[in-house]
């Protein structure tokens, strides 16, 4: 049996950019290859609102190089094949409006500490990191990382992530690794630790103090600029040991020095994003021990679907399947999938069962309160029109800036009960106004309601025009029901209506 679709949970998913793994597939070399690479990251976000993603992760700082005109490091290889060249456009820019187009979160992604691999350094160009600020770069293995115990890594990272913020509509802002890298024992800072630790400081201790300060540097930094931009990372799976069960030595506190708990504790982070690439017990008693430490703020585990591929582990689909159930029946505040291609691939048939019984209704984002608690007003002015079938309403006010979107519901009895995950229609509706396919509308009430950026909903305004006799009731009513017209469907009613109107003339 399957566990009841709630209306509020984190369903998102991580988007690569980096060597076009997720996208961007075709380079922006010339006019017609930019046309391509913008339809298929639409192509992508179709299949991922398809299956009832509300949240996407976009990589926007890939390796020391960036996805958007940014005054401070490079363009990403993946959008042209060159470091450093303009695709003509911004990439992020047009991923976020189209995401808001289909009432999709876009959280901005960040790697933070990693630069790029020495192989790669000298195809960076004059803005990279390493020519720009060279006393923050370390070597370790085959990289460059940013020093995380240089005051200036914090400078660098908090200027980076300041520009993303300030000049983009983000709902969120995601770190991957923030964090010291694998090896951590054999990472040269030697000195840096010399020059900057209190005398008798451990280091273990004072390299999470240092990752624990640039996370509230950015963290401060964002609200002061926009109070309603989630905060989150992707720490490492396992916290630290629990006590029943030994990490292996591979951990987020001990291992690289990632405080993740703590940053909740603090009041420094929003959602945490683990990624909980393991099953068994690897994976349940320390997603618990997540849950029991999140601080009541939000933890929704990332799920390493890529090990359903067969050149992977080669997981039946069970495992992740139970990996959902538990998630949702502990309460915790959704999932996160690693990654994109493996979903809209369909891997082992994964796909499918989201679409079809795990998400079978859609799903808010998760509120985040203790930014901002007070829901806006109920939306006014309700009208219906019969020719084209459109729902409209006034703007709606609120106290908290960032502008409001919309939430439409529909059912059989009136009033409508907005609590109920099957009667949500249509989620984060950008525009004051919804066009649906009048003939699948008849027999159902509507109601709307406004949800701010922090994820506070108003109460409803009902619909209250008596429905015409009823129709049969599909299974599904969002995406049978009620939906809007298509555009051949405006098109030919547009037609329709231009012959008619020559007619009266």
Not at 158 to 182: A, K, M, N, Q, T
Not at 215 to 243: F, N
Not at 430 to 443: G, H, I, M, P, W
């Amino acid at each position: 049996m399957e566990p009841i679709s709630p209306k509020r949970e984190f369903r998102a998913v991580w988007v690569t950019t980096l060597n076009g793994l997720d996208w961007p597939k075709t380079k922006a070399t010339n006019a017609a290859a930019r046309a391509q690479q913008q339809a298929e990251l639409r192509q992508l976000l179709d299949q991922l609102k398809a299956v009832g993603i509300n949240t996407v992760l976009l990589q926007t700082r890939v390796r020391g190089s960036v996805i958007y005109p940014s005054a401070i490091e490079p363009w990403d290889v993946a959008l042209t094949g060159t470091y450093g060249q303009d695709p003509g456009y911004d990439p992020l820019a047009f991923a976020i409006a189209e995401a808001h187009r289909r009432g999709m979160e876009l959280h901005a992604w960040v790697v933070t500490i990693p630069a790029f691999k020495q192989a790669v350094a000298r195809q960076m160009g004059p803005r990279s990191v390493l020519k720009t600020h060279p006393e923050l770069c370390r070597r370790h293995n085959d990289m460059y990382y940013l020093d995380p115990g240089l005051p200036g890594t914090a400078d660098y990272l908090v200027r980076l992530c300041h520009e993303i913020v300030s000049r983009y509509d983000i709902d969120g802002l995601h770190f991957d690794y923030i964090r010291y890298p694998e090896g951590a024992a054999s990472f040269n800072d030697a000195a840096t630790f010399k020059k900057y630790a209190a005398k008798g400081s451990s280091k273990a201790v004072w390299r999470r103090d240092n990752i624990t300060r640039i996370v509230r540097r950015i963290y401060e930094d964002t609200h002061a600029l926009k109070p309603w931009v989630r905060v989150s990372s992707s720490p490492v799976g396992k916290y630290a040991d629990v006590a029943r069960f030994s990490s292996r030595g591979w951990n987020a506190r001990d291992a690289v020095h990632q405080d993740a708990e703590g940053w909740l504790r603090q009041g420094i982070h929003d959602i945490l994003f683990p990624m909980m690439y393991f099953d068994g017990n690897h994976f349940y008693p320390f997603a618990a021990d997540w849950q029991e430490q999140c601080a009541s703020r939000h933890v929704a585990p990332g799920l390493g679907i890529y090990f359903l591929h067969p050149q992977e582990k080669d997981w039946p689909l069970g495992v992740v399947q139970r990996q959902l159930h538990y998630l949702r029946e502990r309460g915790l505040s959704g999932q996160c999938y690693f990654r994109s291609k493996f979903l809209t691939d369909n891997v082992k048939g994964l796909y499918d069962y989201l679409r079809t019984n795990f998400y079978a209704y859609p799903a808010l984002p998760p509120a985040c309160p203790w930014l901002d608690s007070i829901a806006p007003a109920v939306p006014r002015g309700l009208t219906v029109s019969d020719d084209p079938a459109l729902l409209r309403w006034q703007p709606s006010t609120d106290n908290l800036g960032g502008g409001l979107r919309y939430n439409l519901y529909a059912s059989r009895q009136w009033p409508v009960d907005v609590s109920r995950a099957e009667n949500l229609v249509a989620p984060l509706l950008t525009e004051t106004q919804f066009r649906y396919n009048r003939l699948a509308a008849l027999s159902y009430y509507f109601a709307v309601t406004a949800i701010d950026r922090c994820g506070n909903e108003s109460a409803p305004a009902q619909f209250t025009t008596q429905p015409p006799a009823a129709v049969a009731q599909p299974r599904k009513l969002q995406s049978t029901v009620i939906r809007p017209l298509s555009t051949p469907e405006r098109k030919q009613l547009e037609k329709a209506r231009a012959k008619k109107a020559k007619r009266k003339r």
